[in-house]
T-cell receptor
C-alpha cells in the first residue's frame, strides 16, 4: 500500500495564479483532511471531509476550496494564490469508526507564492 | 478557545540525556491524545496515542507519554535520546469528536548532539 500520496511535491506560483493540490489514499479510509504547516504554528486544519460527498471548513478555510472526488481522492484548490498561502500542505486520512482513530499523513506539498 | 500548548519550542540535548516534552490542552471534555514526529524532510509519523485505559502509554522507538487528566497534560518522555531522535515533535488532541479533526500544538524542535 502506498498510504497517502500527494502531488506535486513542490510548486512555485505567482500571486493570482491558481492551482490544485491532489491527494489520494489507498487504505479505504472514509475521512480525509487538509492541513497547512507554518513555522511556529504547528498544523492547522483547512478543510476536511468526514465521508465521500461531504466537506466542511476547518480553522483556516479562507482562500481555499476542496473537492472530495470519490472515496480515495480529496483535492485542495487555490483559486487566486497569495503570498500568505506560502506553506507546506499536508493531506491526511483516517478510518471512520465509532471510536476515534489516528490520522495518516502524506509527504506534503511545499508551496511558495511569489 | 480550545488550544494545545507546547511550551518547549527548541530543545538541545546530548546523546544519552533524558527527554521530557510538555503538552497541555484546554478542554474539559473527553479527549484523544497523540504525539507525532516529523524527521527532517519527512512527513508526520505517529509516535503514540492515548484513547482510554492506562494513562501511561508506550510508543515506538522507546518513547512513552503520561496522561494526567487533572493537569490537562500529556507529556512525552524518553529515558535516553539518540542522535537519530533529532526531529520536530507535535502534540495533537482530538477536541471535537464529532468533527474527528486534530488540533496541533506549535511543535518542539529537538536537536540531539552526538
Amino acid at each position: 500500500n502506498a498510504g497517502v500520496t500527494q502531488t506535486p511535491k513542490f510548486q512555485v506560483l505567482k500571486t493570482g495564479q491558481s492551482m490544485t493540490l491532489q491527494c489520494a489514499q489507498d487504505m479505504n479510509h472514509n475521512s480525509m483532511y487538509w492541513y497547512r504547516q507554518d513555522p511556529g504554528m504547528g498544523l492547522r486544519l483547512i478543510y476536511y471531509s468526514a465521508s465521500e460527498g461531504t466537506t466542511d471548513k476547518g480553522e483556516v478555510p479562507n482562500g481555499y476550496n476542496v473537492s472530495r472526488l470519490n472515496k480515495r481522492e480529496f483535492s485542495l484548490r487555490l483559486e487566486s494564490a497569495a503570498p500568505s498561502q506560502t506553506s507546506v500542505y499536508f493531506c491526511a486520512s483516517s478510518p471512520r469508526t465509532r471510536s476515534y482513530n489516528e490520522q495518516f499523513f502524506g509527504p506534503g506539498t511545499r508551496l511558495t507564492v511569489l | 478557545a480550545q488550544s494545545v500548548s507546547q511550551h518547549n519550542h527548541h530543545v538541545i540535548l546530548s546523546e544519552a540525556a533524558s527527554l521530557e516534552l510538555g503538552c497541555n490542552y484546554s478542554y474539559g471534555g473527553t479527549v484523544n491524545l497523540f504525539w507525532y514526529v516529523q524527521y527532517p524532510g519527512q512527513h508526520l509519523q505517529l509516535l503514540l496515542k492515548y484513547f482510554s485505559g492506562d494513562p501511561l502509554v508506550k510508543g515506538i522507538k522507546g518513547f512513552e507519554a503520561e496522561f494526567i487528566k487533572s493537569k490537562f497534560s500529556f507529556n512525552l518522555r524518553k529515558p535516553s535520546v539518540q542522535w537519530s531522535d533529532t526531529a520536530e515533535y507535535f502534540c495533537a488532541v482530538n477536541l471535537d469528536t464529532g468533527r474527528r479533526a486534530l488540533t496541533f500544538g506549535s511543535g518542539t524542535r529537538l536537536q540531539v548532539q552526538p
